[in-house]
Each structure stands twice: as C-alpha cells, then as structure tokens.
C-alpha cells in the first residue's frame, strides 16, 4: 500500500490538476483477516466478537486466535534454535534503520543465491523482492527462499537483517532449514511475508517492529518503508 500527500500548483489564481508526489511510505504489511494464509497445519487467524454496539453493548470487544508466524512477521532464533532468544529479547534496533530493496528472479521455487543480485549492497538491512508469493490470502508452495550461502555473505557485508516477500526463507518441505540456520549463526534478524509488490528497488529506512511477547518465537509486525530524498 501506497501512502503519498497530492499537492497542487497554483498560477495567477488558477489552481492546476494535482501532481502526484512521491509515496511518503509503503506499508508492507498484508491485511490480517480470517481468509489470510498460513503454514499447513499452523493456527489460522481468527477473531471472535465478544461485545458489540450492533448487539447492545457499550462498547466493541474481541479477541483473536492465531500463529504468531502471520502474515509480515519476523521469526526469533528460539524459533529455529534451542538456544536461541525468544522475541522480547531482540534488540529493537534491528528492525528500524536503513533498509534497500532488491528485485530478484530465481527459478520456480528455487533459493536465492548471491549470483541473482546485480547490484551493489548498499545497506545494512536487505529486502528481497521475488513476486512468488504476491497474494497472501493464497497458499503456495512454489515459493522463492534464501540459500544459506546468501545469508553468510550479506553478513560478512554487515547486513544485520534480511527479508523477503514469502511466508520463509527456507522452503516449506525443509526440515533442517540451513537458512534459518545461517540466520542464527550470523546473529541476523528476518522478515518473512512482507508485501513489496508496489515498492521500487532502492534505499528507504524501515521501521517494522515486533510485539514484545514473552516467551514468543515470532511476532507480527507493522512494517513500513520510509521513502528518502532523490537517489540519482
């Protein structure tokens, strides 16, 4: 999603057509509904209405059921390691900074390998953009992921996050998910399941934080790409 302010331009007295300027942010972020995909087998989200103005009530309450792997959401290492940290636990400042985008075409179902990025990395946070999973309300398995060897060397360039537009960065038949693996032993946060389907490749600043649940694997978050000034 797109969120931009339209300014327009006024000329002895006339007021022009609106010219759209650049998106002040994207969210990218999937709506969280009951029709959002999840893991087979995993707890889909729901949300039950416990009072309501429409059944008499003074005020709307519900309450919600759901895996904490949901939509944009980031993964804890205890997730993936028994000695890892649970989510609270991770220093904020991981998920907010600045963050470059990159556009990538791997096989069907194929990892990332460093030999599909043509560019330069230029940030300490890197967002992969495959276009595999573009409708989260749909599972498929033919999802793009990351190799291992990728996430080593963005580490020995300082990257400290990496993410990507699918719910993993493992594919979904991997028992021994090497990638995650590679996160925890380079001490790098993930994002899975972000929405970059309208974001051009570039730099931004993130901001996409996690809840601070205690004990939790994972947690959703709100994430969103701050747009910077001309980067000719």
Known sequence: MIFSIRRTSKIRGVIMAETPTKPDFYDISPTIHEGIAVFPGDTAFSRKELMSFDGGSHLDLSTITTTVHLGAHTDAPSHYHKDGKSIEQRDLMLYMGPCQVITVRPEKKGRITKEH??????????????????NPDQWNDDFNSLSPELIDWLSSLGVRLVGIDTPSVDP???????????LY?????????????????????????PLRIKGADASPVRAILLTLGDQS
């Not at 990025?117 to 573009?134: M, N």
């Not at 032993?185 to 934080?209: C, F, H, K, Q, S």
Request: hydrophobic content about 45%; glycine content about 4%.
């Open 185 to 209: 032993r380079n001490d790098m946060a993930v994002l899975e399941g972000i929405l970059l389907t309208e974001v051009p490749d570039g730099l931004y600043n993130l901001i996409a934080l």
């Open 172 to 182: 979904s038949d991997s028992k021994d998910l090497p990638s995650h693996q590679a």
């Open 117 to 134: 990025v043509a560019t330069d990395i230029k940030a300490p946070r890197v967002l992969f953009r495959t276009d595999s999973f573009s």
